[in-house]
């Protein structure tokens, strides 16, 4: 290859002009062909598209909330997954509290693909593993295209990044979810079982280009090779936990073939696999493999309305096997201590009590390191497996901490679409004063509202706790989330037509 000088290939766009190393156009141009390279070219110097995807357990009251966007919004839909929506221009979501409620989460269109590919392919209850799953984008698709009864187990090696998936996955607000932050090697020892493991693994990110400048300016041949050499390592590690006949999907968000089909035919090949093929509509432009016919899956920006992705799913080879399977007794290794729970005495009891008045549903109740957890009954063993062998950062629906006398209603619990909204007094507060809470600031509640704990609601949905001890309000919005920047908009930002979809009888 030539040497990897920067060369200006395109027109200025907003406020960089975008430049790309020499190698890669070399490369990919021979890789893609002119006509398809230049396709590419001109998708990365146009503007991004802006989307969304619909929370369908947040949004479900809202009867045809997706059609009511496009009729009032301008919004367009994304063909391959029915909960995503093209915006006409970018909001300032930082400032819309229905996107801090959870009832959507800003995505890019391609990796909602995810979603279509587990319709397509996963039809009873699984347990599933998303082995690199932060931010939590194609986490939440995968969640709300799974079968009800289905787990799944959302996990992310790096602790920062683990803090930001923890946040998002409370925010989407699905009980049947569980959130690690191990390494793959760390869940091999540990021995636990599932029956979909996704694999959206570190890449050179070139399919990143047009929306970060440090993907370009980090790519290089040689990270190429390390990013292609690490893809393995991490496929290798997880195999064994993945049952056989179960299901990988594996995933980048780059083009080129060494981490994109050659990766996926070694997968098959040395690991042993079969190929699935999943149907896709003419219109999404969806690319197929380069250089091979296994049905392989590639977004390019210019021919697809999406960033760069590349898709395969594979079958490992043998007869399927139990559904949430656990390992024996005695099996992994406790290389990550949890405080374990307590499931006698007064601490359950209490946690027993308040499960019964703060939830609905079939939950074991119990204390651990997150205070005062409720775990759905179906998946409590693997639960308990995993508190013995992973660091787990979240289970199920916390409930609360203990402080002194007092119990205090989590953010988890706030925002849990299993939230028995008859347990708390609630108070609907308006934009600025919701942005107040949300920027957690002291907000004034009515003078009717009861002294102790009190739900926070915009147009109807919870934000979360404060507690009301008469002459102010304590606002218990967890610090880490809270809404930084100082710059408020003059104006309300409302990305979803909420008062629309209610007032007519929209279906999508």
Partial sequence: MQS????????????????????FETYTRALMGDELYDTLCRGLASEPPVSIRLNPFK??????????????????????????????????????????????????????????????????????????AAPGGKTTAARAALPEGSVLVANEP??????????????????????TNNY???????????????????????????????AIAEWSVENVDKCRNLQRSIVQDIWPCLNEGGLLIY??????????????????????????????????????????????????????KG?????????????????????????????????????????????ESLAGKWIVGDFATMESNEGLVAIPNRWLALYDHAMKTLRVLHAGVTLGKRKGHDIIPDISLALSTKLNNEAFASVETDWATTVR???????????????????IKFKGHPIGFVKNIGTRANNLYPQ????????????????????ISRSRQYED
């Fill in 480 to 499: 880490e989330w809270k809404i930084k920047t100082s710059h408020i908009p003059e104006t309300p930002i409302q990305v979803l037509p909420i008062e």
């Fill in 307 to 351: 960033e760069g992705l590349f898709v395969a799913a594979l079958r490992k080879h043998g007869e399927r096997s139990a559904t949430l399977e656990i390992p024996e007794k005695g099996n992994g290794k406790n290389s990550h201590k949890n405080k374990r729970d307590k499931r006698t005495g007064p601490p359950r009891r209490a946690a």
């Fill in 4 to 23: 990897n000088r920067k060369k200006t290939i395109f027109a200025k766009r907003n406020t960089f002009t975008m430049t790309l190393p020499k190698d």
């Fill in 59 to 132: 949004t479900m009251t809202h009867k045809g909330m997706a059609t009511a966007m496009v009729e009032n919004c301008e919004a367009t839909r994304v063909g391959w997954n029915a909960d995503g929506m093209y915006l006409p221009r970018r909001p300032n979501f930082t400032f819309d509290p229905l996107f801090h409620a959870g009832l959507y989460y800003v995505q890019e269109a391609s990796s909602m693909f995810v979603g279509h590919v587990l319709r397509q392919l996963v039809d009873k209850p699984v347990a599933m593993l998303d082995l690199c």
């Fill in 437 to 455: 809470f949300l920027r957690k600031e002291s907000i004034t509640l009515p003078p009717s509202a009861p002294r102790g704990f009190v739900l």
């Fill in 251 to 304: 995933s980048t968000c780059t083009f080129n073939t060494r981490e994109n089909e050659e990766n996926a035919e070694w997968i098959a090949k040395t690991l042993g696999a079969d190929w699935i093929e999943i149907e896709t509509a003419p219109e999404w432009n969806i690319a197929g493999a380069i250089g091979c016919p296994e049905p392989m899956y590639r977004f390019i920006p210019g021919k697809t």
């Fill in 158 to 179: 790096v602790k920062a990044r683990a803090s930001i998936l923890l946040e998002n996955m409370l925010k989407f607000g699905h009980q049947d979810v569980m959130v």
């Fill in 184 to 214: 793959p090697r760390d869940y091999k020892q540990s021995g636990l079982k599932f029956d979909v493991v996704l694999t959206d693994v570190p890449c050179s990110g070139e399919g990143m280009f047009r929306k970060d400048e440090g």
